[in-house]
């Protein structure tokens, strides 16, 4: 293993309660973006994005179809390299202070430390106990009680371990939407990932599904980095400390939410979240 | 009450009753193109299928226990004597007609006809095993080169040639084939005529059949599930071997049943390649090496057919032969493709997604 995944494994778990630290603006920095350009094929889907995420914050991406905040979230675990055509012009994303883009990084490892959650909630046609399982199983895990505390732990993590703990033996795809969903989310938690970008996680559930996700994206980040891909302005408001709002590939204005939906210093911004177009 | 009506309704409304137009008559005549079209497939191989029944179950099935004609399932072709001896008309196999003549002491006077007795055991096991293997073989290439075709591949014109002549071998004749495996196997590598290139060369015939529909159906499988676990740190392989391939296999299983039928049933690869015409070993007998197993031709079910309908002098006592092993033939490949189809249904059960 490389140097550099080295250093990704060995991020300090800093538990900021057990230090008695309240969360404040003084959070580190986890995820640094400087000048990124990226391309898909000629056509330039990022110019020039420059952002901070900090550590155990929910960060949400706002902004109409087509913006780039799908693409950046999916720079941060190197999804795109399944992309053909896709490619990076210029700058850098550095998470933990490792640039991710450096060669010498395993994209395995790094997808480790940054779970994602996809748009279309995507379990496998697996029972319940296999899908939280799986990304320990294909690391060789197999000592059944490391499975089994994995496996309640994360459903109870992901809100989800009373409604199906008397059924883990049923195929994945059983579940409603919501809780399809929150299996992936669990899923995502057995890996023990720092990070965990959710693309859209909630476009295809209805309110009350919405509400459970949103509920359960509170209580995940006291222990996890979140950021959070939406469409709907209202989520961002109700789940993220801070708000990026993007338009046409670039990054226009980010703030802590509440000063961007209240008071947004980009008259773009303003002309977004007011409804006026997008 | 629908007439009575209809003379009080107006003539708007009997309208909707309709009228024959010529476009009706038209639809009714294609319609009825279709029917006799689809009635005359059937009829084609229901006359196909009684006719080998009737006459090849005469030949499987006896009307004294057991029932069933163990000899010709059990047996080596043998030639058969007719004979007549104190007053009385016999037909025997070969070997059975030597342990006669000892028996009487006399020497009989008989009339012979090749290949009309005994049975077709060795080539129930030939085509058995020339099956099995090709199949073993075209499915470890066809999913290989479709793993790499649907999830490693760029596109571009490289992929293009390669789809191009896959889709060009599908439509060689099946003589160029068993020509080809002659020249390469049997001649350049000098594997003889020997189970090893008759597998060759079968497996190379259906090899397009299986490689497109195993590609099909792995591009079937979610782009979802492979981001899944791709996303949970798995590697690309890692993502193929447990979220596509098991998902993929009962599309890739359909697709190996039909080839399964044309490797059992076809003559002109393994005429040059693998089948003997007779011989007396079973393939695991008299073997000094277990590699010798894989380099000696067998008998198979189809050449059979050929030679016994081709080779010799055509009577009666060789028809029955004939449409026995047809009948053998057909339930043989009829037996493994039920076997393929149940293993598919378990497996979609399995993985259902």
Known sequence: ?278 | MATKNMETLSPEALALYGTPTKAKLIEQLVFWGFRVGTYFVLACAASIFIDIFYKGGQTVFQSEYPFINVEFLTGSPQTLHVFEFEGASYEMSDSAFRVFKEEAGVSIVSDTYAYSGGGIWPCIVGTLLLVIGSMVIALTLGVLSAIFLSEYSRPGRVLNAVRLSILNLAGVPSIVFGIFGMGLFVLAFGWNVSLIAGWFTLAFMVLPIVISASEESMRAIPQGLRDGSLALGASKWTAIRTNVLPYAMPGILTSSIIGVGRVAGETAPIMFTAAYALRDHLPWQGLEHWYDFFFQGVMALPYHIYVVSMKIPQNEYTSRMQYGTAFVFLFIVAGITLVSILLRIRMRKKYRW
Request: aromatic share 6%; hydrophobic share 40%.
């Open chain 1, 1 to 278: 293993m490389s140097l550099v995944t080295d250093k990704i494994i060995s991020k300090p778990k800093i538990e900021t309660r057990d230090l008695g630290l309240e969360m404040t603006e003084n959070n580190r920095s986890l995820i640094e973006i400087s000048n990124f350009d990226f391309f898909y094929g000629e056509k330039q889907a990022l110019f020039d994005v420059s952002m901070d995420i900090k550590e155990r914050e929910v960060t949400a991406f706002i902004g109409p179809s087509g913006c780039g905040k799908s693409t950046l979230l999916r720079c941060i675990n190197r999804m795109n390299d399944l992309i053909e055509v896709a490619r990076i012009g210029s700058g850098k994303i550095t998470v933990n202070g490792v640039d991710i883009y450096d060669d010498r990084v395993d994209t395995i490892e790094l997808r480790k430390r940054v779970g994602m959650v996809f748009q279309k909630s995507n379990p496998f046609p697996k029972s319940i106990y296999e899908n939280v399982v799986y990304g320990l199983r294909i690391q060789g895990i197999t000592r059944k009680s490391k499975l089994d505390e994995a496996v309640e732990r994360c459903l109870k993590g992901a809100a989800l371990w009373e409604e199906v703990k008397d059924r883990l033996d049923t195929s994945g795809l059983s579940l409603s939407g919501g809780q399809q969903q929150r299996l992936c989310i669990a899923r995502a938690l057995a890996v023990e990932p720092d990070i965990l970008l959710m693309d859209e996680p909630c476009s295809a559930l209805d309110p009350v599904a919405t509400a459970k996700v949103e509920e359960l994206i509170h209580t995940l980040k006291d222990r996890y980095t979140i950021v959070i891909v939406t469409h709907n302005m209202q989520q961002a408001a109700r789940v993220s400390d801070r708000t990026a709002f993007f338009y046409l590939g670039k990054l226009i204005e980010m703030n802590a939410t509440d000063q961007i939906f209240m008071s947004p210093d980009r008259e773009q911004t303003e002309a977004y979240i007011s409804g006026r177009f997008g």
